[in-house]
């Protein structure tokens, strides 16, 4: 399991030894920082949380131990724990770095399931509604059709901003998005192909500070009750287009204030 993102000149690396675990496996999970523009001391410091399926705080531990540029976090989960998907949130330097980590009473799926929101790695929302397709395959290659499916969506904050404007503050400090439990947003029989379209209100309300990360979690069951899984995380703009805010100083350290309106085609 790997996975990599960029923020305040920070480019982070959450990664596993395997993508799914047993509730009471041992959990091997490392992260690693690259910092070219050498922001950080040596041996800096990082905070660990992790959150189980239920979203309960785990375990939150700061280390600043390294082996070889690289942070050991490894945690055991114990016989009972929830499965599903847990969330791993590392912060560093300012920056946070988040992993989804899924504990499950480990079957094979049988099913392929594909959610296509249509938009590859970003999610785009009108008046806070998507679009999604659902096409669901036995690994036979005949379509699972007549079968139920379930798709949830789970939103979180997730940080703002625009390569041209990598010192401008997009995210609004006036808008909070509260903790989001996973929202079913489809329970319904895929068609005689195995298909179906989703449409959906992610947000009721505009109260995304800026641009959000939506997990989804599709299911698919089976007539005797077993099922097969997804899960996939996409960024979502819930606005079409964000203003940010500069404070430079000038050579007599006072504050002069510039805007910048980029919209989301300058991603």
């Known amino acids: 399991m790997a996975g990599s993102v960029t923020q305040k ?3 982070g690396l959450l990664y596993g030894e395997r993508g799914v675990w047993r ?3 041992s959990v091997y999970l ?3 920082i690259e910092d070219r523009e050498k922001r950080l001391p040596e041996n800096y410091p990082i905070t660990m949380e992790l959150y189980n399926a239920r979203g309960q705080l785990q375990e939150k531990r700061t280390s600043s131990k390294t082996v070889g540029g690289i942070y050991p976090l490894y945690f055991a989960t114990s016989p009972d724990a929830p499965t599903g998907n847990w969330r791993v949130k590392v912060k560093a330097g300012g920056a946070v770095f988040e992993k989804i980590l899924k504990i499950e009473t480990v ?3 049988r099913i392929k399931v594909d959610l296509n929101t249509g938009s ?3 999610l785009q929302a009108e008046d806070g509604k998507m679009n999604a ?3 669901a395959d ?3 290659g005949s379509p699972a059709s007549g079968l139920k499916a379930i798709v949830e969506v789970q939103l979180r904050e997730a940080y703002t901003g625009f390569p041209k404007y990598p010192s401008y503050i997009f995210d609004d400090p006036a808008r909070k998005l509260t903790k989001t439990e996973p929202r079913v947003i489809f329970d319904n029989v895929l068609d005689g192909e195995g298909k179906a379209n989703i449409s959906a209100t992610l947000l009721e309300e505009d109260l995304a500070p800026g641009m959000l990360t939506a997990s989804f979690q599709t299911r698919v069951f089976e007539k005797g009750g077993d099922f097969s899984t997804d899960n996939v995380s ?3 703009s819930p606005y079409t287009s964000y203003a940010g805010m500069e404070i430079p100083e000038n050579k007599s350290a006072v504050h002069n204030l510039r805007w910048a309106s980029p919209i989301p085609s300058v991603w």
């Open 107 to 109: 079957k094979p799926n």
């Open 9 to 11: 000149g920070l480019k």
């Open 120 to 122: 590859g790695n970003e």
């Open 234 to 236: 996409v960024k979502h």
């Open 133 to 135: 397709r659902l096409q």
């Open 138 to 140: 036995w690994l036979t």
């Open 23 to 25: 509730p009471g496996d």
């Open 30 to 32: 490392n992260f690693m």
